[in-house]
């Protein structure tokens, strides 16, 4: 019985966060908002050389 009364009241301890929790969802939005951001910058990136592009013509 005491075993279930300890899990109980380890149940009952009330977590706290430091800030509200939208803001990790605000967190991961951001962070994913970023890298969205570093993988479109490098589109079309192979286009751009034209040298390497001259001798594949036949692909």
């Known amino acids: 019985?005491?075993?279930?009364?300890?899990?109980?009241?380890?149940?009952?301890?009330?977590?706290?966060?430091?800030?509200?929790?939208i803001v990790f969802g605000a967190i991961a939005f951001s962070i994913f908002t970023v890298l969205l951001l570093v993988t479109w910058s490098y589109r079309d990136v192979a286009n751009r050389h034209?040298?390497?592009?001259?001798?594949n013509k036949g692909h």
């Open 1 to 21: 019985m005491h075993v279930l009364n300890a899990v109980k009241s380890m149940a009952e301890a009330a977590v706290t966060y430091p800030f509200p929790t």
């Open 50 to 55: 034209d040298h390497k592009d001259s001798g």
